[in-house]
Protein backbone atom coordinates (compact mmCIF):
# COMPACT_ATOMS: atom_id res chain seq x y z
CA UNK A 1 0.00 0.00 0.00
CA UNK A 2 1.05 3.83 -0.73
CA UNK A 3 1.24 6.12 1.94
CA UNK A 4 -2.04 8.40 1.81
CA UNK A 5 -2.56 11.13 3.21
CA UNK A 6 -5.00 10.13 5.80
CA UNK A 7 -7.13 12.82 6.37
CA UNK A 8 -8.77 15.66 4.30
CA UNK A 9 -10.08 19.16 4.31
CA UNK A 10 -13.77 19.08 4.28
CA UNK A 11 -16.36 21.97 4.57
CA UNK A 12 -17.13 19.86 8.26
CA UNK A 13 -13.76 20.13 9.36
CA UNK A 14 -10.82 18.01 9.14
CA UNK A 15 -12.07 14.60 8.95
CA UNK A 16 -10.28 10.72 8.54
CA UNK A 17 -10.83 9.95 4.47
CA UNK A 18 -13.54 7.12 5.75
CA UNK A 19 -15.59 9.96 7.33
CA UNK A 20 -14.93 12.02 4.07
CA UNK A 21 -16.24 9.05 1.76
CA UNK A 22 -19.51 8.70 4.38
CA UNK A 23 -20.24 12.03 3.57
CA UNK A 24 -21.73 10.93 0.06
CA UNK A 25 -25.38 10.66 1.06
CA UNK A 26 -25.53 8.67 -2.57
CA UNK A 27 -28.03 11.57 -4.28
CA UNK A 28 -26.54 11.20 -7.52
CA UNK A 29 -26.62 15.35 -8.40
CA UNK A 30 -23.21 14.46 -9.59
CA UNK A 31 -23.83 12.08 -12.01
CA UNK A 32 -24.54 14.24 -14.95
CA UNK A 33 -21.81 16.67 -14.16
CA UNK A 34 -19.23 13.69 -14.56
CA UNK A 35 -17.39 13.60 -17.78
CA UNK A 36 -16.49 9.46 -17.33
CA UNK A 37 -20.44 8.81 -16.06
CA UNK A 38 -22.03 10.71 -19.12
CA UNK A 39 -19.10 8.43 -21.32
CA UNK A 40 -19.96 5.50 -20.43
CA UNK A 41 -23.39 5.55 -18.25
CA UNK A 42 -21.10 3.24 -15.57
CA UNK A 43 -22.22 3.73 -12.14
CA UNK A 44 -18.86 2.83 -11.08
CA UNK A 45 -17.16 5.53 -12.89
CA UNK A 46 -19.50 8.42 -11.44
CA UNK A 47 -18.80 10.62 -8.26
CA UNK A 48 -21.18 8.37 -6.44
CA UNK A 49 -19.72 5.08 -7.14
CA UNK A 50 -16.32 5.99 -6.50
CA UNK A 51 -16.94 7.47 -3.15
CA UNK A 52 -19.00 4.08 -2.22
CA UNK A 53 -16.22 1.81 -3.78
CA UNK A 54 -13.56 3.84 -1.18
CA UNK A 55 -15.89 3.27 1.69
CA UNK A 56 -16.65 -0.28 0.76
CA UNK A 57 -12.77 -0.66 0.33
CA UNK A 58 -11.84 1.25 3.46
CA UNK A 59 -14.33 -1.39 5.46
CA UNK A 60 -12.49 -3.91 4.06
CA UNK A 61 -16.09 -5.33 2.52
CA UNK A 62 -14.54 -4.98 -1.33
CA UNK A 63 -13.98 -8.43 -2.92
CA UNK A 64 -13.56 -7.11 -6.54
CA UNK A 65 -10.37 -5.01 -6.04
CA UNK A 66 -9.54 -4.88 -10.08
CA UNK A 67 -13.32 -3.58 -10.42
CA UNK A 68 -12.24 -0.84 -7.86
CA UNK A 69 -8.73 -0.15 -9.35
CA UNK A 70 -10.53 0.40 -12.78
CA UNK A 71 -13.02 2.76 -11.21
CA UNK A 72 -10.58 4.72 -9.30
CA UNK A 73 -8.24 4.96 -12.32
CA UNK A 74 -10.29 6.45 -14.96
CA UNK A 75 -11.69 9.18 -12.86
CA UNK A 76 -10.31 12.09 -14.33
CA UNK A 77 -9.86 14.06 -10.75
CA UNK A 78 -11.73 16.92 -12.69
CA UNK A 79 -13.66 18.05 -9.15
CA UNK A 80 -17.19 18.49 -11.24
CA UNK A 81 -19.07 16.25 -9.03
CA UNK A 82 -17.57 18.31 -6.09
CA UNK A 83 -18.73 21.68 -7.41
CA UNK A 84 -21.89 20.03 -8.29
CA UNK A 85 -22.51 18.48 -4.56
CA UNK A 86 -24.50 20.06 -2.27
CA UNK A 87 -21.86 18.95 0.67
CA UNK A 88 -18.98 19.58 -1.27
CA UNK A 89 -17.41 15.78 -1.25
CA UNK A 90 -14.08 15.89 -1.89
CA UNK A 91 -13.87 12.94 -4.20
CA UNK A 92 -10.67 13.57 -6.24
CA UNK A 93 -8.95 13.80 -3.29
CA UNK A 94 -10.76 10.15 -2.07
CA UNK A 95 -10.33 8.78 -5.25
CA UNK A 96 -6.46 9.57 -4.98
CA UNK A 97 -6.75 7.88 -1.05
CA UNK A 98 -8.20 4.81 -2.41
CA UNK A 99 -6.01 4.43 -5.39
CA UNK A 100 -2.57 4.62 -2.87
CA UNK A 101 -4.65 1.86 -0.81
CA UNK A 102 -4.70 -0.15 -3.60
CA UNK A 103 -1.33 0.34 -5.02
CA UNK A 104 1.36 -1.37 -3.83
CA UNK A 105 4.13 1.12 -4.97
CA UNK A 106 4.19 4.12 -7.61
CA UNK A 107 4.59 3.00 -11.22
CA UNK A 108 8.61 2.95 -11.79
CA UNK A 109 8.28 6.01 -13.98
CA UNK A 110 6.36 8.52 -11.70
CA UNK A 111 9.66 6.89 -9.08
CA UNK A 112 11.94 8.02 -11.54
CA UNK A 113 10.34 11.23 -12.86
CA UNK A 114 10.35 12.67 -9.00
CA UNK A 115 13.93 11.47 -7.93
CA UNK A 116 14.34 14.05 -10.95
CA UNK A 117 12.33 16.39 -9.91
CA UNK A 118 13.95 16.19 -6.03
CA UNK A 119 16.79 17.92 -6.14
CA UNK A 120 18.38 16.12 -10.17
CA UNK A 121 17.11 19.13 -12.48
CA UNK A 122 20.51 19.19 -14.30
CA UNK A 123 20.18 15.18 -15.22
CA UNK A 124 16.05 16.17 -16.21
CA UNK A 125 17.23 18.80 -18.24
CA UNK A 126 19.71 16.21 -19.92
CA UNK A 127 17.27 13.67 -20.48
CA UNK A 128 14.50 15.70 -21.51
CA UNK A 129 17.03 17.74 -24.00
CA UNK A 130 17.75 14.47 -25.52
CA UNK A 131 14.30 12.81 -25.98
CA UNK A 132 13.45 16.30 -27.56
CA UNK A 133 16.39 15.65 -30.09
CA UNK A 134 15.58 12.16 -31.07
CA UNK A 135 11.58 13.72 -31.69
CA UNK A 136 12.90 16.33 -33.28
CA UNK A 137 14.82 13.39 -35.93
CA UNK A 138 11.72 11.55 -36.26
CA UNK A 139 12.97 8.76 -33.91
CA UNK A 140 10.47 8.46 -31.41
CA UNK A 141 7.77 8.38 -33.65
CA UNK A 142 9.57 5.41 -35.05
CA UNK A 143 9.93 4.03 -31.81
CA UNK A 144 6.15 3.94 -31.02
CA UNK A 145 5.56 0.59 -32.27
CA UNK A 146 8.19 -0.62 -29.91
CA UNK A 147 7.21 1.18 -26.65
CA UNK A 148 4.33 -0.48 -26.99
CA UNK A 149 4.77 -3.76 -27.49
CA UNK A 150 7.37 -3.47 -24.46
CA UNK A 151 4.28 -2.42 -22.56
CA UNK A 152 5.04 1.41 -22.58
CA UNK A 153 1.66 2.06 -24.33
CA UNK A 154 1.58 5.70 -22.60
CA UNK A 155 4.83 7.11 -22.93
CA UNK A 156 3.77 6.07 -27.26
CA UNK A 157 0.88 7.90 -26.30
CA UNK A 158 2.68 11.14 -24.95
CA UNK A 159 4.91 10.97 -28.03
CA UNK A 160 1.70 10.83 -29.92
CA UNK A 161 0.30 13.87 -28.37
CA UNK A 162 3.38 16.36 -27.42
CA UNK A 163 4.39 18.71 -30.24
CA UNK A 164 6.94 21.23 -28.96
CA UNK A 165 9.82 20.47 -28.09
CA UNK A 166 11.86 23.82 -26.60
CA UNK A 167 15.49 23.97 -27.10
CA UNK A 168 15.68 26.16 -23.89
CA UNK A 169 14.32 25.69 -20.81
CA UNK A 170 12.16 28.31 -18.77
CA UNK A 171 14.30 28.58 -16.00
CA UNK A 172 17.77 29.01 -18.35
CA UNK A 173 16.06 31.93 -19.86
CA UNK A 174 14.30 33.46 -16.60
CA UNK A 175 17.29 32.54 -14.32
CA UNK A 176 19.50 35.17 -16.03
CA UNK A 177 17.85 37.99 -15.95
CA UNK A 178 18.31 40.57 -13.44
CA UNK A 179 16.53 41.02 -10.16
CA UNK A 180 14.86 44.20 -9.63
CA UNK A 181 15.61 46.04 -6.40
CA UNK A 182 11.83 46.12 -4.54
CA UNK A 183 10.32 43.00 -6.55
CA UNK A 184 6.16 43.50 -6.63
CA UNK A 185 5.35 39.66 -7.29
CA UNK A 186 7.19 36.10 -7.72
CA UNK A 187 6.75 34.17 -10.61
CA UNK A 188 6.51 29.97 -9.76
CA UNK A 189 7.32 28.39 -13.35
CA UNK A 190 5.07 25.29 -13.48
CA UNK A 191 6.87 22.02 -14.96
CA UNK A 192 4.87 22.69 -18.10
CA UNK A 193 5.78 25.96 -19.02
CA UNK A 194 9.51 25.27 -17.49
CA UNK A 195 10.33 22.24 -19.90
CA UNK A 196 7.49 22.54 -22.35
CA UNK A 197 5.76 25.71 -23.08
CA UNK A 198 8.86 28.67 -21.98
CA UNK A 199 6.57 30.54 -24.43
CA UNK A 200 3.77 30.40 -21.83
CA UNK A 201 5.80 31.34 -18.54
CA UNK A 202 7.80 34.36 -20.36
CA UNK A 203 3.93 35.41 -21.79
CA UNK A 204 3.30 35.24 -17.77
CA UNK A 205 6.07 37.45 -16.63
CA UNK A 206 5.82 39.96 -19.49
CA UNK A 207 2.08 40.77 -18.59
CA UNK A 208 3.01 40.95 -15.26
CA UNK A 209 5.60 43.09 -15.78
CA UNK A 210 3.37 45.20 -17.87
CA UNK A 211 0.54 45.27 -15.56
CA UNK A 212 2.19 45.33 -12.05
CA UNK A 213 5.94 46.63 -12.70
CA UNK A 214 8.94 44.76 -11.72
CA UNK A 215 9.11 40.99 -10.07
CA UNK A 216 11.41 38.16 -9.37
CA UNK A 217 11.53 34.70 -10.86
CA UNK A 218 11.54 32.29 -7.77
CA UNK A 219 13.21 29.84 -9.62
CA UNK A 220 10.90 27.13 -8.05
CA UNK A 221 10.86 23.00 -8.22
CA UNK A 222 8.07 20.82 -8.69
CA UNK A 223 5.28 21.81 -6.77
CA UNK A 224 5.08 18.36 -5.98
CA UNK A 225 1.22 17.72 -7.95
CA UNK A 226 3.11 14.49 -10.00
CA UNK A 227 3.95 11.87 -6.85
CA UNK A 228 0.49 13.76 -4.88
CA UNK A 229 -1.55 12.05 -8.00
CA UNK A 230 0.43 9.35 -9.17
CA UNK A 231 3.21 8.32 -5.85
CA UNK A 232 3.91 8.75 -2.43
CA UNK A 233 2.82 11.79 -0.44
CA UNK A 234 6.05 11.82 1.20
CA UNK A 235 7.48 12.61 -1.75
CA UNK A 236 5.00 15.48 -2.51
CA UNK A 237 5.45 17.13 0.45
CA UNK A 238 9.05 17.02 0.45
CA UNK A 239 8.61 19.44 -2.69
CA UNK A 240 6.10 21.29 -1.37
CA UNK A 241 8.19 22.10 1.95
CA UNK A 242 11.15 23.24 -0.80
CA UNK A 243 8.68 25.55 -2.57
CA UNK A 244 7.83 27.03 0.54
CA UNK A 245 11.24 27.81 1.85
CA UNK A 246 12.24 29.12 -1.18
CA UNK A 247 9.26 31.58 -1.07
CA UNK A 248 9.98 33.35 2.53
CA UNK A 249 13.35 33.58 1.35
CA UNK A 250 12.33 35.48 -1.88
CA UNK A 251 9.63 37.75 -0.80
CA UNK A 252 7.70 36.75 2.13
CA UNK A 253 4.13 38.00 1.83
CA UNK A 254 4.98 38.80 -1.74
CA UNK A 255 1.96 37.32 -4.04
CA UNK A 256 3.06 33.84 -5.93
CA UNK A 257 1.74 34.10 -9.48
CA UNK A 258 1.64 30.56 -11.76
CA UNK A 259 0.29 29.47 -14.91
CA UNK A 260 -0.61 25.89 -14.79
CA UNK A 261 -4.07 26.11 -13.02
CA UNK A 262 -3.60 22.32 -12.14
CA UNK A 263 -0.41 22.81 -10.31
CA UNK A 264 -1.89 26.54 -8.83
CA UNK A 265 -4.73 24.86 -7.51
CA UNK A 266 -1.98 22.32 -5.76
CA UNK A 267 -0.08 25.24 -4.30
CA UNK A 268 -3.18 26.68 -2.79
CA UNK A 269 -3.84 22.81 -1.16
CA UNK A 270 -0.71 22.59 0.67
CA UNK A 271 -2.55 22.74 3.87
CA UNK A 272 -4.22 19.71 3.37
CA UNK A 273 -0.50 18.19 2.87
CA UNK A 274 -0.05 18.72 6.66
CA UNK A 275 -2.74 18.64 8.98
CA UNK A 276 -0.42 16.46 11.31
CA UNK A 277 2.27 19.50 11.72
CA UNK A 278 0.57 22.21 12.66
CA UNK A 279 4.21 24.64 12.36
CA UNK A 280 4.13 23.34 8.18
CA UNK A 281 0.47 23.67 8.23
CA UNK A 282 0.55 27.36 9.73
CA UNK A 283 3.44 27.85 7.08
CA UNK A 284 1.58 26.64 3.78
CA UNK A 285 -1.33 28.76 4.46
CA UNK A 286 0.19 31.81 4.87
CA UNK A 287 2.04 30.74 1.43
CA UNK A 288 -1.29 29.30 -0.03
CA UNK A 289 -3.14 32.86 0.58
CA UNK A 290 -0.31 34.39 -1.31
CA UNK A 291 -0.50 32.56 -4.50
CA UNK A 292 -2.65 33.87 -7.93
CA UNK A 293 -3.57 31.42 -10.69
CA UNK A 294 -2.55 33.87 -13.89
CA UNK A 295 -6.81 33.58 -14.29
CA UNK A 296 -6.63 35.87 -10.85
CA UNK A 297 -3.67 38.07 -12.08
CA UNK A 298 -5.07 38.84 -15.19
CA UNK A 299 -9.05 38.89 -15.35
CA UNK A 300 -8.83 42.77 -14.20
CA UNK A 301 -5.89 43.76 -16.85
CA UNK A 302 -6.44 46.89 -18.77
CA UNK A 303 -6.80 45.62 -22.54
CA UNK A 304 -7.79 47.83 -25.52
CA UNK A 305 -10.43 46.63 -27.52
CA UNK A 306 -9.37 45.28 -31.13
CA UNK A 307 -10.13 45.08 -34.24
CA UNK A 308 -8.66 41.66 -34.95
CA UNK A 309 -11.41 39.22 -36.87
CA UNK A 310 -10.73 36.09 -34.69
CA UNK A 311 -13.07 34.58 -33.11
CA UNK A 312 -12.10 33.49 -29.40
CA UNK A 313 -13.43 31.33 -27.09
CA UNK A 314 -12.10 30.18 -23.17
CA UNK A 315 -12.22 26.08 -21.75
CA UNK A 316 -11.81 26.62 -18.61
CA UNK A 317 -9.18 24.48 -16.66
CA UNK A 318 -11.22 22.26 -14.24
CA UNK A 319 -7.99 23.17 -11.53
CA UNK A 320 -9.51 26.89 -12.67
CA UNK A 321 -13.06 26.26 -12.13
CA UNK A 322 -13.22 23.78 -9.81
CA UNK A 323 -9.68 22.97 -7.87
CA UNK A 324 -9.61 27.11 -6.89
CA UNK A 325 -13.33 28.17 -7.52
CA UNK A 326 -12.37 30.62 -10.33
CA UNK A 327 -14.85 32.27 -12.92
CA UNK A 328 -13.91 32.12 -16.41
CA UNK A 329 -12.43 35.66 -17.47
CA UNK A 330 -15.18 36.71 -19.59
CA UNK A 331 -15.33 40.17 -18.95
CA UNK A 332 -11.83 40.47 -19.79
CA UNK A 333 -12.14 38.79 -22.91
CA UNK A 334 -15.74 40.45 -24.24
CA UNK A 335 -13.82 43.68 -23.62
CA UNK A 336 -10.85 42.87 -25.77
CA UNK A 337 -12.59 41.04 -28.46
CA UNK A 338 -16.13 42.77 -28.40
CA UNK A 339 -18.45 40.51 -30.14
CA UNK A 340 -15.41 38.44 -31.51
CA UNK A 341 -15.77 36.47 -27.95
CA UNK A 342 -17.92 33.68 -27.79
CA UNK A 343 -18.38 31.64 -24.87
CA UNK A 344 -18.40 27.85 -25.05
CA UNK A 345 -21.14 25.50 -23.94
CA UNK A 346 -19.88 23.24 -21.44
CA UNK A 347 -16.52 25.21 -20.95
CA UNK A 348 -16.46 24.25 -17.13
CA UNK A 349 -16.32 20.21 -18.24
CA UNK A 350 -12.77 18.73 -18.47
CA UNK A 351 -11.49 18.33 -21.90
CA UNK A 352 -9.84 14.34 -20.98
CA UNK A 353 -6.55 16.18 -20.48
CA UNK A 354 -6.05 15.60 -16.91
CA UNK A 355 -2.14 15.05 -16.33
CA UNK A 356 -1.34 11.55 -18.07
CA UNK A 357 -5.04 10.61 -18.08
CA UNK A 358 -4.44 10.92 -21.89
CA UNK A 359 -1.62 8.77 -22.02
CA UNK A 360 -3.07 5.87 -19.84
CA UNK A 361 -6.51 5.81 -21.37
CA UNK A 362 -6.57 7.22 -24.35
CA UNK A 363 -9.84 5.69 -25.69
CA UNK A 364 -12.03 7.06 -23.01
CA UNK A 365 -9.87 10.45 -22.81
CA UNK A 366 -10.83 10.93 -26.36
CA UNK A 367 -14.52 10.01 -25.89
CA UNK A 368 -14.36 13.27 -22.99
CA UNK A 369 -12.41 15.35 -26.12
CA UNK A 370 -14.67 14.52 -28.61
CA UNK A 371 -17.86 16.37 -26.64
CA UNK A 372 -15.15 19.18 -25.96
CA UNK A 373 -14.21 19.86 -29.27
CA UNK A 374 -17.39 19.60 -30.70
CA UNK A 375 -18.42 22.25 -28.26
CA UNK A 376 -15.54 24.33 -29.76
CA UNK A 377 -16.83 23.50 -33.59
CA UNK A 378 -20.40 24.84 -32.35
CA UNK A 379 -18.92 28.08 -31.59
CA UNK A 380 -17.05 28.55 -34.67
CA UNK A 381 -14.20 29.70 -32.93
CA UNK A 382 -10.44 29.75 -34.47
CA UNK A 383 -8.62 30.54 -31.06
CA UNK A 384 -9.33 28.87 -28.27
CA UNK A 385 -7.75 30.17 -24.68
CA UNK A 386 -7.13 28.09 -21.44
CA UNK A 387 -5.27 27.81 -18.38
CA UNK A 388 -3.51 24.93 -17.35
CA UNK A 389 -0.45 22.71 -19.36
CA UNK A 390 -2.86 19.75 -19.71
CA UNK A 391 -5.64 21.26 -21.44
CA UNK A 392 -3.28 22.91 -24.20
CA UNK A 393 -1.65 19.62 -24.45
CA UNK A 394 -4.71 17.97 -24.89
CA UNK A 395 -6.30 20.61 -26.76
CA UNK A 396 -3.82 20.78 -29.44
CA UNK A 397 -3.93 17.22 -30.04
CA UNK A 398 -8.14 17.59 -30.08
CA UNK A 399 -7.97 20.41 -32.33
CA UNK A 400 -5.80 18.88 -34.94
CA UNK A 401 -7.59 15.89 -35.18
CA UNK A 402 -11.13 17.07 -34.84
CA UNK A 403 -10.94 21.04 -35.31
CA UNK A 404 -8.13 21.91 -37.88
CA UNK A 405 -9.14 25.32 -38.51
CA UNK A 406 -8.90 25.94 -34.63
CA UNK A 407 -5.81 26.93 -32.23
CA UNK A 408 -5.05 26.94 -28.79
CA UNK A 409 -3.15 29.30 -27.00
CA UNK A 410 -2.66 29.67 -22.80
CA UNK A 411 -4.59 32.75 -21.77
CA UNK A 412 -1.08 34.88 -20.57
CA UNK A 413 -0.18 34.70 -24.08
CA UNK A 414 -3.22 36.57 -25.25
CA UNK A 415 -2.78 39.26 -22.61
CA UNK A 416 0.86 39.60 -23.37
CA UNK A 417 0.51 40.17 -26.82
CA UNK A 418 -2.25 42.42 -26.51
CA UNK A 419 -0.59 44.45 -23.99
CA UNK A 420 2.25 44.96 -26.12
CA UNK A 421 0.70 45.99 -29.41
CA UNK A 422 1.36 49.38 -29.68
CA UNK A 423 3.54 49.49 -26.63
CA UNK A 424 7.85 50.53 -27.04
CA UNK A 425 9.72 47.16 -26.67
CA UNK A 426 9.92 46.10 -23.06
CA UNK A 427 13.13 44.61 -21.59
CA UNK A 428 12.89 42.19 -18.66
CA UNK A 429 13.51 42.87 -15.34
CA UNK A 430 12.49 39.69 -13.66
CA UNK A 431 15.62 36.93 -12.16
CA UNK A 432 16.05 33.74 -10.45
CA UNK A 433 14.79 34.78 -6.83
S1 LIG B 1 -20.79 13.07 -4.06
FE1 LIG B 1 -22.30 14.60 -3.35
S2 LIG B 1 -23.68 14.92 -5.13
FE2 LIG B 1 -22.55 12.99 -5.49
S3 LIG B 1 -23.89 11.38 -4.68
FE3 LIG B 1 -22.47 11.94 -3.02
S4 LIG B 1 -23.54 13.52 -1.83
FE4 LIG B 1 -24.63 13.33 -3.80
S1 LIG C 1 -13.46 14.04 -10.26
FE1 LIG C 1 -14.41 14.26 -12.32
S2 LIG C 1 -14.20 12.22 -13.29
FE2 LIG C 1 -13.77 11.95 -11.06
S3 LIG C 1 -15.76 11.36 -10.20
FE3 LIG C 1 -15.63 13.59 -10.00
S4 LIG C 1 -16.62 14.43 -11.87
FE4 LIG C 1 -16.18 12.23 -12.23
Given at each position: ?386 SSTS ?20 LSEF ?19
Amino acid sequence: MSQGLGRLITDLGDRSTYDAASQCSRCGYCEQACPTYVATGRESQSGRGRNQLVRLMLEGKLSDLGAAEEALSTCLLCGACTTACYAHVPTADIVLEGRRALAEKPPWLVRVLTWLLVGHRDALSLLLKSSYLLKRAGLSRLARPFLRLAGFDGLAEADAHVDETPSRFLFEELGRRKRPAEPRWLYFAPCGPNYLYPRVGLATVSALESTRGPGAFLDNGCCGLLPYNYGEVEDARCLARAVIEKSEKSGAGLPVVADCSSCTAFLKSYPQLFLEEPAWRARAERFAESVQDAVEAFSGADIEPSTSAETVTYHESCRACHGQGLPAPAQLLSRACGDKFTELPESSVCCGGAGAFSFVHPELSDEVLKRKIGAVARTRASLVLTSSTSCLIQLAHGLKKYYPQGRVMHLSEFVAKRLSQGKPEHHGTTTGA
